[in-house]
Protein backbone atom coordinates (compact mmCIF):
# COMPACT_ATOMS: atom_id res chain seq x y z
CA UNK A 1 0.00 0.00 0.00
CA UNK A 2 1.49 3.15 -0.90
CA UNK A 3 1.31 6.26 1.34
CA UNK A 4 -1.25 8.02 -1.15
CA UNK A 5 -3.85 5.04 -0.05
CA UNK A 6 -2.81 5.24 3.43
CA UNK A 7 -3.91 9.16 3.99
CA UNK A 8 -6.63 8.06 1.65
CA UNK A 9 -7.73 5.61 4.19
CA UNK A 10 -6.93 7.71 7.08
CA UNK A 11 -9.26 10.59 5.68
CA UNK A 12 -12.03 8.11 5.46
CA UNK A 13 -11.60 7.12 8.71
CA UNK A 14 -11.72 10.67 10.03
CA UNK A 15 -14.83 11.44 8.44
CA UNK A 16 -16.94 8.94 9.41
CA UNK A 17 -15.68 9.13 12.59
CA UNK A 18 -17.04 12.91 12.66
CA UNK A 19 -20.27 12.11 11.18
CA UNK A 20 -20.92 9.03 13.33
CA UNK A 21 -19.73 10.33 16.51
CA UNK A 22 -19.59 14.18 16.69
CA UNK A 23 -22.65 15.69 14.98
CA UNK A 24 -20.48 16.80 11.97
CA UNK A 25 -22.09 17.49 8.15
CA UNK A 26 -20.73 16.04 5.57
CA UNK A 27 -20.03 19.11 2.43
CA UNK A 28 -19.21 19.38 -0.91
CA UNK A 29 -16.14 21.44 -2.55
CA UNK A 30 -18.01 23.13 -4.72
CA UNK A 31 -20.23 24.50 -1.94
CA UNK A 32 -17.76 26.57 -0.28
CA UNK A 33 -17.00 29.96 -1.44
CA UNK A 34 -13.06 29.87 -1.81
CA UNK A 35 -13.30 33.93 -2.11
CA UNK A 36 -14.46 34.39 1.04
CA UNK A 37 -13.40 31.48 2.44
CA UNK A 38 -17.10 30.62 3.73
CA UNK A 39 -19.24 28.07 3.59
CA UNK A 40 -22.40 30.25 3.20
CA UNK A 41 -24.85 27.47 3.70
CA UNK A 42 -24.04 27.19 7.17
CA UNK A 43 -22.82 30.69 7.67
CA UNK A 44 -25.86 32.10 6.88
CA UNK A 45 -28.72 28.97 7.81
CA UNK A 46 -27.38 29.48 11.70
CA UNK A 47 -28.02 33.42 11.19
CA UNK A 48 -31.11 32.82 9.82
CA UNK A 49 -32.76 29.91 11.87
CA UNK A 50 -31.11 31.12 15.56
CA UNK A 51 -31.79 35.62 15.00
CA UNK A 52 -34.44 35.85 12.44
CA UNK A 53 -35.88 39.09 14.33
CA UNK A 54 -31.95 40.73 13.40
CA UNK A 55 -32.32 38.69 10.33
CA UNK A 56 -35.36 40.46 8.92
CA UNK A 57 -33.94 44.17 10.61
CA UNK A 58 -30.82 43.19 8.07
CA UNK A 59 -32.84 42.24 5.34
CA UNK A 60 -34.84 45.62 5.51
CA UNK A 61 -31.40 47.23 5.47
CA UNK A 62 -30.06 45.70 2.55
CA UNK A 63 -32.83 44.65 0.51
CA UNK A 64 -31.25 43.67 -2.40
CA UNK A 65 -29.45 40.15 -2.19
CA UNK A 66 -28.63 40.53 1.85
CA UNK A 67 -27.31 36.90 1.83
CA UNK A 68 -24.41 38.22 -0.31
CA UNK A 69 -23.87 41.63 2.03
CA UNK A 70 -24.38 39.54 5.28
CA UNK A 71 -20.83 37.17 3.63
CA UNK A 72 -18.66 39.79 2.81
CA UNK A 73 -19.54 41.38 6.02
CA UNK A 74 -18.30 38.51 7.99
CA UNK A 75 -15.49 38.21 5.22
CA UNK A 76 -14.32 41.76 6.27
CA UNK A 77 -14.66 41.25 9.71
CA UNK A 78 -12.62 37.99 9.58
CA UNK A 79 -9.74 39.41 7.48
CA UNK A 80 -8.79 41.77 10.25
CA UNK A 81 -6.97 40.20 12.74
CA UNK A 82 -4.79 42.08 14.94
CA UNK A 83 -4.48 39.73 18.23
CA UNK A 84 -1.83 41.51 19.57
CA UNK A 85 -3.86 45.13 19.64
CA UNK A 86 -3.94 46.96 22.44
CA UNK A 87 -7.45 48.30 21.54
CA UNK A 88 -10.21 45.97 22.76
CA UNK A 89 -12.43 46.27 19.59
CA UNK A 90 -9.07 45.42 17.19
CA UNK A 91 -9.39 42.19 19.44
CA UNK A 92 -12.99 41.46 17.74
CA UNK A 93 -11.97 40.62 14.29
CA UNK A 94 -10.45 37.21 12.90
CA UNK A 95 -11.82 33.89 13.70
CA UNK A 96 -11.81 33.83 17.20
CA UNK A 97 -12.55 37.50 18.09
CA UNK A 98 -15.88 36.78 15.16
CA UNK A 99 -16.70 33.41 17.19
CA UNK A 100 -16.55 35.18 20.32
CA UNK A 101 -17.97 38.99 20.25
CA UNK A 102 -21.18 40.04 18.02
CA UNK A 103 -20.89 40.87 14.67
CA UNK A 104 -22.41 44.35 14.35
CA UNK A 105 -23.56 46.23 11.15
CA UNK A 106 -25.77 49.15 11.32
CA UNK A 107 -27.96 48.50 14.76
CA UNK A 108 -28.00 44.76 14.16
CA UNK A 109 -26.04 42.20 16.06
CA UNK A 110 -25.39 38.21 15.52
CA UNK A 111 -23.81 35.35 16.77
CA UNK A 112 -21.86 33.56 14.68
CA UNK A 113 -21.86 30.67 17.24
CA UNK A 114 -23.52 29.65 20.38
CA UNK A 115 -20.85 28.31 23.38
CA UNK A 116 -22.05 25.13 25.06
CA UNK A 117 -24.14 26.40 28.08
CA UNK A 118 -22.57 25.52 31.75
CA UNK A 119 -26.26 24.58 32.44
CA UNK A 120 -29.91 23.39 31.03
CA UNK A 121 -31.77 26.22 32.30
CA UNK A 122 -31.63 28.67 29.41
CA UNK A 123 -33.75 25.94 26.96
CA UNK A 124 -33.42 28.84 24.31
CA UNK A 125 -29.19 28.73 24.52
CA UNK A 126 -29.24 25.15 24.82
CA UNK A 127 -31.70 25.05 21.75
CA UNK A 128 -28.96 27.85 19.85
CA UNK A 129 -25.99 25.51 20.85
CA UNK A 130 -27.45 22.39 19.37
CA UNK A 131 -27.76 24.25 15.80
CA UNK A 132 -24.18 24.74 15.60
CA UNK A 133 -22.79 23.54 12.34
CA UNK A 134 -19.74 22.00 12.01
CA UNK A 135 -19.06 20.63 8.23
CA UNK A 136 -15.99 18.47 6.90
CA UNK A 137 -15.14 18.92 3.46
CA UNK A 138 -12.79 16.39 1.87
CA UNK A 139 -10.55 17.22 -0.36
CA UNK A 140 -11.18 20.62 0.01
CA UNK A 141 -8.96 23.41 -2.32
CA UNK A 142 -9.35 26.65 -0.25
CA UNK A 143 -7.30 29.15 -2.62
CA UNK A 144 -8.82 31.67 -4.82
Not at 43 to 56: A, C, M, P
Not at 115 to 139: G, I, M, S, W
Request: hydrophobic residues 35%; neutral net charge; contains cysteine.
Amino acid sequence: MDNKSKESVFQNDMIVHLLANGGWLLGKSENYNRELALYPEDLLGFVQETQDTQWQKFRALYPNNPEEKFLERVATQLNKADPNAANKEMRTFGTLGVLRHELRDRGTRFSLCQFKPEHNLNPDTLARYQKNRCRVVPELVYSP
